[in-house]
């Protein structure tokens, strides 16, 4: 699939991910929601590719809503199959097994935030802008942000923003939890690669585990969440790199993960 919304660009082992309508601030409309869901299904098959940056072309926007002009033709059963559409495409990255880190370089509005949440981390530019507004346009969100949103920030944070629609800048959202950075714009994609790189040179099995538990984990009774992350503990304690990992460090040597 060659795409028209979306630059892919792989660099050892990092796909970076641009999402490339800058005229419309980025606005995910359905031929960006289809792209999108290839690239994830890429991210998640190719072994190319260990690990995702995902951002917005140009200085303003990261993604400013889903495409009211979309939105603005649906009635309710394609309305709803289009919500269907992009929160498995959201779902699939979130768990297609590897790093994927949002560098948020402007507005992440509506389905702009609901995109930077399912990625697993997200790294903010001083300029970055986060809502969700969509109660303003008479919506609700459909794209996952009722529900990542209070997984991220808690309830009361998370219905403050919704209800309210209120745009808040990347030091309140770093105030709440909801990103985990925030860097100058000029540093923006040289951090988050660092990170994702950084990311890249532990265990991969240990990373694909422990992104599993925490994802699964969230949605179980503490008991059963404790017992997945106990069988995830004895299944990595029957890999190479967990012998390679734990053998480095007594000979204070770089491990050398080889991902089995
Ligand atoms: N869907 C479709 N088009 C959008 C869009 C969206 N979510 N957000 C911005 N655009 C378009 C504008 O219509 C405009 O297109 P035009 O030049 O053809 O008229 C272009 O992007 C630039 O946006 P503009 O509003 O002129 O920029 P601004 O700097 O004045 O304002 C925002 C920036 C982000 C505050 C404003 O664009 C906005 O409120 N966007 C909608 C945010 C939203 O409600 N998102 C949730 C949708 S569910």
Redesign the pocket.
């Known amino acids: 699939m060659s795409y028209k919304t979306l630059l892919l660009e792989i660099t050892g082992g990092v796909a970076l991910i641009t999402i490339n309508r800058p ?3 980025n ?3 359905d031929q960006v929601v289809d792209e999108l869901a290839h690239a994830a299904e890429r991210i998640a098959s190719e072994d190319a590719i260990q690990g995702a940056v995902l951002t917005g072309a140009g200085t ?2 990261f ?9 603005a033709k649906q009635g309710p059963f394609d309305g709803k199959a289009r919500a269907l559409r992009g929160q498995a495409m959201l779902r699939r990255l979130e768990t297609c097994g590897k790093p994927v880190i949002a560098a948020v370089n402007g ?1 992440a ?4 935030c609901e995109l930077a949440m399912a990625c697993h981390l997200r790294i903010a530019s001083e300029h970055a ?1 986060f ?4 109660v ?2 008479g ?1 609700a ?2 794209y996952g942000g009722t529900q990542r949103l209070p997984r991220i920030v808690g309830k009361g944070n998370a219905l403050y923003l919704i209800l309210t ?1 209120e ?1 808040i800048d990347a030091q309140e959202a770093y105030r709440i939890g909801l990103v985990n950075k925030v860097v100058p714009a000029g540093e923006l994609l040289a951090t988050t690669e660092k990170i994702v790189r950084g990311i890249l040179a532990m265990g991969p099995l240990a990373v694909r585990l422990a992104l599993e538990a925490v994802d699964q984990g969230l949605e179980m009774t503490l008991d059963e969440g404790l017992l997945l992350e106990a069988n995830h503990f004895g299944l990595l304690a029957a890999t190479r790199d967990m012998k390679e990992g734990l053998a480095a460090f007594l000979e204070k040597r770089a491990p050398r993960f080889e991902g089995r």
């Open positions: 005229d419309k601030l606005a995910l409309n303003k926007a993604v400013a809503g889903a495409d009211i002009a979309d939105l507005y509005l509506g389905g702009g802008k809502g969700q507004p969509e303003k346009l919506i969100p459909g629609a745009m």
